[in-house]
């Protein structure tokens, strides 16, 4: 039988009613986990009373522990070429054991049901070895890249191939403890019954900086399986804060002020700032465009970055309404 997990448990209610995101449990929904959400939900201003802040504390705590000891130890890391796509995530390519080790629990939970359906163009795995090969790629082009890639959200903002699926698959498993225990918190209040699953997969442990395990008292779908719930103000359906909007929201402004500065008898639009960067730029892709103008202009990275904060700590733009949660949770999609 097909049901949300309200259904399943018979809880009274639609999603506004909910903290929690009432799941399809037989199959996944186009929603991600944003780390910037994440950041938005535990500032102090933005603080409401509910338990999601306090889980929101403890997972940005994680991810911020998470991705400074990674990109602390990427600094180090010097490529001496590109890895070809057919050759990423492959054997025989030399990389750092540390680094791979603190991948090593990157891979998708299906316990949550979210992300692209498999037949909705998921796309490959990531294992531990391509997102080494993809940082790798970006550090070979761009050496100094960790002067600007340095928050979580960073990863999928400027790193090639690393969308918001396969991030949602790297910060549920650094987060998991929390999601966990936000999860039972929710089936406490509701009186649902739980399973315990001992050493249930890792999670990241911010304060020793490694991978643990531990045990979950879960609750369960019909074959006996975990359901792990998420809050709701973790989750968006389109990352907001990635190349995309850093090229269309303060790149090219910035460059259209200095073309209409240099020609202030043309009519000039955002569609010629983005000519003249390709001119300049004439093998970067997006995600490239915007490390490349940053390297060449720090002091542009600064003001965005500071753009950027005022952004995700006061009004989100990727924050979802209830009805905007119910949409993309009742929506039937192939395969469903």
């Known amino acids: 039988m097909k049901r949300k997990f309200s259904e399943k ?10 903290q929690f995101v009432d799941i399809k449990l037989w199959t996944d929904q186009a929603l991600f986990i944003d780390p910037s959400l994440i950041a938005n939900a535990q500032h102090k201003e ?14 940005h705590n994680s991810l911020q522990s998470f991705f400074s000891t990674f990109f602390e130890m990427f600094k180090d890391i010097n490529p001496s070429k590109l890895i070809k796509k057919k050759d990423q995530g492959r054997e025989g390519i030399n990389r750092d054991e540390r680094i791979l080790n603190l991948l090593q629990y990157s891979t998708e939970n299906n316990a949550l049901h979210l992300g692209y359906t498999v ?4 796309g490959t795995g990531c294992s531990p070895k391509m997102i080494y090969d993809f ?6 082009k761009h050496p100094s890249m960790f002067d600007f890639v340095n928050e979580p959200f960073h990863a999928t903002g400027f790193i090639n191939e690393i969308g918001k699926d396969r991030s949602t698959d790297l910060t549920v498993s650094i987060i998991l403890d929390v999601l966990c225990d936000f999860t039972l918190s929710i089936c406490t209040q509701y009186s649902i019954p739980t399973k315990e699953f001992e050493n249930y997969r890792h999670y990241w442990d911010p304060n020793e900086k490694m991978w643990k395990t531990r045990n979950y008292d879960l609750p369960t779908n019909n074959n006996g399986e975990p359901i792990v719930l998420v809050p709701k103000s973790f989750v968006t359906n389109k990352f907001q804060y990635d190349a995309e909007y850093v090229l269309k929201n303060y790149i090219l402004e910035e460059k259209l002020d200095e073309l209409r500065a240099q020609y202030p008898s043309k009519r000039l639009i955002k569609s010629d700032a983005l000519k003249k960067l390709r001119l300049e730029h004439p093998d970067a892709f997006k995600k490239d465009l915007v490390l490349e103008y940053f390297v060449e202009k720090p002091g542009s ?6 753009r950027v904060n005022n952004g995700i700590l006061g009004t989100h733009r990727g924050l979802l309404t209830d009805d905007e949660i119910e949409k993309a949770t009742s929506e039937t999609q192939e395969g469903d």
């Open 135 to 140: 940082f790798s790629n970006m550090k070979f």
């Open 46 to 59: 933005n603080q409401n009373g509910s338990i999601e802040t306090t889980y929101a504390t403890r997972a």
């Open 9 to 18: 448990f018979e809880l009274q209610g639609t999603q506004k009613d909910f």
């Open 301 to 306: 990275y600064k003001n965005f970055m500071q």
């Open 119 to 122: 037949d909705e163009s998921k």
